[in-house]
């Protein structure tokens, strides 16, 4: 199975923490951005197979991150904890490829990137 960049930017450390932990030992690597200045910099830097953003970041916020990654055809899943329907469309309007809710648990994410980075490779 090939290795697989993926770019986390969460702004909570201890979240970005426990789920850079949960993808350990696995075929992915995470790349860390605490804010969207520092995915921005990820995206246009390294090669990237798909972000994961929360909505709500410092600098450009995971909408933002939206077009800046299907400008270069990489998928995007959005976290965010606003219990909105409008949230919810907003994010698929703008290309998002899955949404999750706030709470959610690390191995929910992680079925979620492999099922997404399973289409890629498929495409």
Same mark, same amino acid.
């Given at each position: 199975?090939?290795?697989?960049?993926?770019?986390?930017?969460?702004?909570?450390?201890? @979240?970005?923490?426990?789920?850079? =932990? =949960?993808?350990?030992?696995?075929?992915?690597? @995470?790349?860390?951005?605490?804010?969207? +200045?520092?995915? @921005?910099? =990820?995206?246009?830097?390294?090669?990237?197979?798909?972000?994961?953003?929360?909505?709500?970041?410092?600098?450009? +916020?995971?909408?933002?991150?939206?077009?800046?990654?299907?400008?270069?055809?990489?998928?995007?899943?959005? @976290?965010?904890?606003?219990?909105?329907?409008?949230?919810?469309?907003?994010?698929?309007?703008?290309?998002?490829?899955?949404?999750?809710?706030?709470?959610?648990?690390?191995?929910?994410?992680?079925? =979620?990137?492999? +099922?997404?980075?399973?289409?890629?490779?498929?495409?």
């Amino acid at each position: 199975m090939p290795e697989f960049n993926i770019v986390l930017a969460i702004s909570d450390t201890i @979240i970005r923490k426990v789920l850079t =932990r =949960r993808f350990k030992d696995t075929d992915y690597t @995470i790349l860390e951005a605490k804010d969207g +200045n520092e995915a @921005i910099s =990820r995206i246009e830097s390294e090669n990237v197979h798909l972000v994961v953003a929360e909505e709500m970041l410092p600098y450009h +916020n995971g909408f933002e991150l939206i077009g800046i990654s299907k400008s270069r055809n990489i998928p995007v899943i959005i @976290i965010s904890d606003a219990d909105l329907e409008e949230k919810l469309l907003e994010a698929f309007e703008l290309g998002a490829d899955d949404f999750i809710d706030k709470p959610f648990s690390p191995n929910e994410l992680f079925v =979620r990137v492999k +099922n997404q980075l399973k289409r890629q490779e498929t495409t």
